[in-house]
């Protein structure tokens, strides 16, 4: 009987194992998935600051050489105010 219960412990043990790799390896598919969502997620926001970065040094290429007049940035009415 001692070979017989020493097969089945074998066997248990071994099915333990393979249990916890199953498991090991569907969290690790579970990581690769998460790192390749974020990766994505990473290339679309380099791609968004690429284009802000452009639209920014096209802005500073567009103002004038002396900066803004004051009448630019004056936030009330131009010219006379007919009541």
């Given at each position: 009987?001692?070979?017989?219960?020493?097969a089945i412990?074998?066997?248990?043990e071994?099915?333990?194992?393979r249990?916890?790799?199953?498991?090991l390896?569907?969290?690790l598919?579970?990581l690769?998935?998460?790192?390749?969502?974020l990766?994505?997620?990473?290339?679309?926001?380099?791609?968004?600051?690429v284009?802000l970065?452009?639209?920014?040094?096209?802005?500073?290429?567009?103002r004038?050489?002396?900066?803004?007049s004051?009448?630019?940035?004056?936030?009330?009415?131009?010219?006379?105010?007919?009541?």
């Open positions: 009987m001692g070979r017989a219960d020493s412990a074998g066997v248990q071994r099915d333990k194992w249990q916890r790799l199953e498991a390896e569907r969290s598919e579970e690769l998935e998460k790192r390749r969502r990766e994505q997620r990473l290339a679309r926001v380099h791609q968004e600051l284009k970065q452009r639209t920014s040094k096209e802005f500073v290429e567009m004038p050489a002396g900066g803004f004051v009448r630019e940035v004056t936030v009330g009415p131009h010219g006379p105010v007919y009541r």
